[in-house]
């Protein structure tokens, strides 16, 4: 049989067990008043005095002074409230439901706020009518009063919220700062910690967007992504260190390894990479998407760079596209450069060249305005300027030479002219030897054929110091016309050098060299043309060492017509002393009859 719950209250306070322990339901207590059951049924309840409200908990447990140390108490089946004064003026009639407050000063302001979960010490502290809160650590959403949806996790989080909606803190402090900021989310220790009002901005990771203050819709994602930035908004940092140093720059995206890590001001830049535009501080437009690719940038701006190193040293250079590894990997200030090929322009420093494919102007240094197309294509050009080289190693050896044009497959200079000027060598290893020339197709060929004759410019309006000291018979007459061989092997060997690599080891120069050629020997024809005085333009005369002689055998149409026209004049001259010998002759017939 029950005893009544009086007669067990009256032995507590009885002066003679006062040092007893008091068991219910056991004989041998373990604590000053041990219940133990026997049956399953409730073990304790106490019945709150219709009068009793959140001021008065339940259940208090105090310390030895008396101070309360745990409030336990509820004023709804829907709230649960444990801690020192948790809850105390939450109003249950008034709306004040699902609530659930643990510890000391969790939701103690909170009124008729509802569905709120507030776990730590102090947290939603100031909650008075939001709703839908959860705050999970020691200050988490502390000054919140009526914001709705905001999650706080971690010490702090939310600290300084009091009206805005939606965010979401997760870690130290993050969103500590934040007041009326809606939409944002905070992942990591000090997440966000500054912001105030900016909205609509995800920090994930320990120090992300840590000096936002109002920034908005910005997205950092890695330890310290986007550490500095306080007003800048739309920018995109992923990666530890990403955009770090950003203040008031816009529309960035940072993917990887401190990627934009010292941009301040800069704007709509895109870094894709570990350390991919790391340096660059106030440069805009510009695009990295590579490992340490526009790696020095500073104030460079509307540069492209695609593939590992790509533009690693660029400084200030603006306007240039690189894509391949290593392309324009050394220009620091060059500007409007276009390189696409691995190691495309590597060495480049100057402006306005253009290399597409493997290797191509990778030794250029300074210079400009050079276009090259095909793999290793002016690879050993450093300092010649407004050259175009197309095909693989075209203009392969060009060194300092300018304004030189090669199209074919290791077309070019030969190797011991590198500083070559206007030549232009056109087809398979056509090679050009001289400044100022014209070689269509290389030695082995047999035919250059065209469906009109070639043409040269001859306008008289055009022709100064005219004079008609052309040399005719003078000069023709000394010429020895030659048939021969002409061994095609030896004279490629001799003009690219015999070890030159591109050399096409398979042409094959059998049919040129059995074929039978008629001409001149040009070291001949300028012995001629010295001994009869004629400064004749038909000889190409080497250029160097390694040079060749060559003859332009329409120029001979020259000083032929003159030959045939002085010959001409002999002819008519002899004509006239014939037509007198035979009026001589006639007269001499006549007097004998």
């Given at each position: 049989?029950?005893?009544?719950?009086?007669?067990?209250?009256?032995?507590?306070?009885?002066?003679?067990?006062?040092?007893?322990?008091?068991?219910?339901?056991?004989?041998?207590?373990?604590?000053?008043?041990?219940?133990?059951?026997?049956?399953?049924?409730?073990?304790?309840?106490?019945?709150?005095?219709?009068?009793?409200?959140?001021?008065?908990?339940?259940?208090?447990?105090?310390?030895?002074?008396?101070?309360?140390?745990?409030?336990i108490h509820s004023d709804n089946p829907d709230n649960t409230f444990m801690g020192l004064n948790a809850g105390r003026l939450n109003n249950a009639t008034m709306g004040g439901l699902y609530n659930t407050f643990f510890g000391a000063?969790?939701?103690?302001?909170?009124?008729?706020?509802?569905?709120?979960?507030?776990?730590?010490?102090?947290?939603?502290?100031?909650?008075?009518?939001?709703?839908e809160n959860t705050a999970i650590g020691p200050s988490a959403l502390y000054y919140n009063t009526t914001g709705f949806y905001n999650t706080a996790t971690g010490r702090g989080a939310l600290y300084q919220n009091t009206t805005a909606?939606?965010?979401?803190?997760?870690?130290?402090?993050?969103?500590?700062?934040?007041?009326?900021?809606?939409?944002?989310?905070?992942?990591?220790?000090?997440?966000?910690?500054?912001?105030?009002?900016?909205?609509?901005?995800?920090?994930?990771?320990?120090?992300?967007?840590?000096?936002?203050?109002?920034?908005?819709?910005?997205?950092?994602?890695?330890?310290?992504?986007?550490?500095?930035?306080?007003?800048?908004?739309?920018?995109?940092?992923?990666?530890?260190?990403?955009?770090?140093?950003?203040?008031?720059?816009?529309?960035?995206?940072?993917?990887?390894?401190?990627?934009?890590?010292?941009?301040?001001?800069?704007?709509?830049?895109?870094?894709?990479?570990?350390?991919?535009?790391?340096?660059?501080?106030?440069?805009?437009?510009?695009?990295?998407?590579?490992?340490?690719?526009?790696?020095?940038?500073?104030?460079?701006?509307?540069?492209?760079?695609?593939?590992?190193?790509?533009?690693?040293?660029?400084?200030?250079?603006?306007?240039?596209?690189?894509?391949?590894?290593?392309?324009?990997?050394?220009?620091?200030?060059?500007?409007?450069?276009?390189?696409?090929?691995?190691?495309?322009?590597?060495?480049?420093?100057?402006?306005?060249?253009?290399?597409?494919g493997f290797n191509t102007l990778f030794g250029n240094s300074s210079g400009i305005e050079n276009a090259a197309t095909g793999a290793s294509a002016l690879l050993y050009n450093k300092t010649g300027n407004y050259n175009t080289a197309?095909?693989?190693?075209?203009?392969?050896?060009?060194?300092?030479?300018?304004?030189?044009?090669?199209?074919?497959?290791?077309?070019?200079?030969?190797?011991?002219?590198?500083?070559?000027?206007?030549?232009?060598?056109?087809?398979?290893?056509?090679?050009?030897?001289?400044?100022?020339?014209?070689?269509?197709?290389?030695?082995?060929?047999?035919?250059?054929?065209?469906?009109?004759?070639?043409?040269?410019?001859?306008?008289?309006?055009?022709?100064?110091?005219?004079?008609?000291?052309?040399?005719?018979?003078?000069?023709?007459?000394?010429?020895?016309?030659?048939?021969?061989?002409?061994?095609?092997?030896?004279?490629?060997?001799?003009?690219?050098?015999?070890?030159?690599?591109?050399?096409?080891?398979?042409?094959?120069?059998?049919?040129?060299?059995?074929?039978?050629?008629?001409?001149?020997?040009?070291?001949?024809?300028?012995?001629?043309?010295?001994?009869?005085?004629?400064?004749?333009?038909?000889?190409?005369?080497?250029?160097?060492?390694?040079?060749?002689?060559?003859?332009?055998?329409?120029?001979?149409?020259?000083?032929?017509?003159?030959?045939?026209?002085?010959?001409?004049?002999?002819?008519?001259?002899?004509?006239?002393?014939?037509?007198?010998?035979?009026?001589?002759?006639?007269?001499?017939?006549?007097?004998?009859?």
């Open positions: 049989m029950r005893k009544p719950v009086a007669l067990y209250l009256a032995l507590l306070i009885s002066p003679f067990l006062m040092a007893q322990n008091i068991g219910v339901g056991t004989t041998d207590p373990h604590a000053r008043f041990h219940i133990k059951g026997n049956a399953d049924t409730s073990q304790l309840i106490i019945d709150a005095s219709p009068a009793q409200s959140n001021s008065h908990p339940l259940i208090r447990l105090r310390n030895a002074a008396g101070a309360d140390l745990i409030n000063l969790a939701g103690i302001s909170n009124t008729t706020g509802y569905s709120l979960t507030a776990i730590g010490r102090g947290a939603l502290y100031s909650n008075t009518t939001g709703g909606n939606d965010n979401t803190a997760t870690g130290f402090k993050a969103l500590f700062s934040n007041t009326t900021g809606a939409g944002n989310t905070a992942n990591g220790s000090q997440a966000l910690v500054s912001n105030i009002t900016g909205y609509n901005n995800t920090g994930i990771g320990s120090a992300s967007l840590n000096r936002n203050t109002t920034g908005s819709e910005n997205t950092g994602v890695g330890p310290s992504t986007l550490y500095y930035n306080t007003t800048g908004y739309q920018n995109t940092a992923a990666g530890r260190g990403g955009l770090y140093q950003n203040t008031i720059g816009y529309d960035n995206t940072a993917i990887g390894f401190k990627s934009l890590f010292s941009n301040t001001t800069g704007y709509q830049n895109t870094a894709l990479g570990s350390l991919s535009l790391v340096s660059s501080t106030t440069g805009w437009y510009n695009t990295a998407i590579g490992f340490k690719s526009l790696e020095y940038n500073t104030t460079g701006a509307t540069n492209t760079a695609v593939g590992a190193f790509s533009m690693e040293y660029n400084t200030v250079g603006h306007s240039n596209t690189a894509i391949g590894l290593k392309s324009l990997f050394s220009n620091s200030s060059g500007n409007a450069n276009t390189a696409i090929g691995h190691l495309a322009l590597g060495d480049n420093t100057a402006n306005g060249n253009t290399a597409l197309m095909g693989t190693n075209a203009l392969y050896y060009n060194f300092s030479g300018s304004g030189n044009t090669a199209i074919g497959w290791s077309a070019g200079v030969s190797l011991n002219n590198g500083a070559l000027s206007n030549a232009t060598a056109i087809g398979f290893n056509a090679i050009v030897d001289a400044s100022n020339k014209v070689r269509i197709g290389n030695s082995s060929v047999t035919v250059i054929e065209g469906q009109v004759p070639f043409t040269n410019p001859s306008d008289g309006r055009f022709k100064t110091n005219i004079t008609e000291d052309v040399k005719g018979l003078a000069f023709i007459t000394k010429l020895r016309p030659v048939i021969y061989n002409f061994q095609a092997g030896k004279y490629n060997n001799f003009i690219n050098g015999k070890s030159i690599a591109m050399t096409a080891a398979n042409t094959d120069y059998s049919t040129i060299e059995a074929m039978r050629q008629s001409g001149f020997i040009a070291q001949e024809v300028e012995l001629a043309a010295t001994q009869a005085g004629y400064n004749f333009n038909g000889i190409g005369k080497p250029s160097g060492a390694n040079g060749t002689y060559n003859l332009s055998y329409s120029q001979f149409v020259v000083p032929l017509v003159k030959a045939v026209q002085e010959q001409q004049a002999i002819i008519e001259e002899q004509n006239k002393k014939i037509e007198m010998l035979f009026e001589e002759l006639k007269r001499v017939k006549e007097n004998k009859r």
